[in-house]
């Protein structure tokens, strides 16, 4: 693994162990102003900074993770980070744990020159419902 891509990938680990504390403080440091979660089922769904910090620390919680293979790619400014990852997660009382598949694009700050999580994708073959209108529940602006 080359240093940039070990960079991205530490920074993936330092994202996930903040959820798993719930560490609100450190999300918001790695997240971008105009971060976006979109949860890519069967009725995508989409958490802005503001919902995703809210959720993730109280109702969307993560209490276990495991990367698969790791794919990252550099394009300028710009980083993918991808992979299939493992959850043990809960959405309010239900379990919500499985596989997944998770695309971040990481974008370096203009004036500090760090980078920030711009977007999370997770998807997952999930035609349930009440997962959709659960995480649309979430959302601040509504």
């Given at each position: 693994?080359d240093?940039?891509?070990?960079?991205?990938?530490?920074?993936?680990?330092?994202?996930?162990?903040?959820?798993?504390?719930?560490?609100?403080?450190?999300?918001?440091?790695?997240?971008?102003?105009?971060?976006?979660?979109?949860?890519?089922s069967?009725?995508?769904?989409?958490?802005?900074?503001?919902?995703w910090?809210?959720?993730?620390?109280?109702?969307?919680?993560?209490?276990g993770?495991?990367?698969?293979?790791?794919?990252?790619?550099?394009?300028?400014?710009?980083?993918?980070?991808a992979?299939?990852?493992?959850l043990?997660a809960?959405?309010?009382?239900?379990?919500?744990?499985?596989?997944?598949?998770v695309t971040?694009?990481?974008?370096?700050?203009?004036?500090?020159?760090k980078?920030?999580?711009?977007?999370?994708?997770?998807?997952?073959?999930?035609?349930?419902?009440?997962?959709?209108?659960a995480?649309?529940?979430?959302?601040?602006?509504?």
């Amino acid at each position: 693994m080359d240093e940039f891509s070990a960079k991205i990938e530490a920074l993936e680990h330092l994202w996930m162990r903040a959820w798993m504390q719930r560490d609100r403080n450190q999300m918001k440091a790695l997240a971008a102003r105009d971060f976006i979660f979109l949860l890519g089922s069967e009725n995508p769904t989409i958490l802005d900074r503001a919902s995703w910090l809210e959720a993730a620390t109280t109702r969307f919680r993560c209490t276990g993770y495991r990367f698969d293979e790791v794919y990252v790619r550099r394009h300028g400014n710009v980083a993918v980070f991808a992979t299939r990852v493992g959850l043990e997660a809960k959405m309010g009382n239900r379990d919500w744990s499985g596989d997944s598949w998770v695309t971040d694009l990481w974008q370096k700050s203009k004036v500090r020159r760090k980078w920030k999580l711009v977007e999370r994708v997770l998807s997952r073959p999930d035609g349930d419902e009440q997962m959709s209108a659960a995480i649309r529940s979430m959302q601040l602006w509504r």
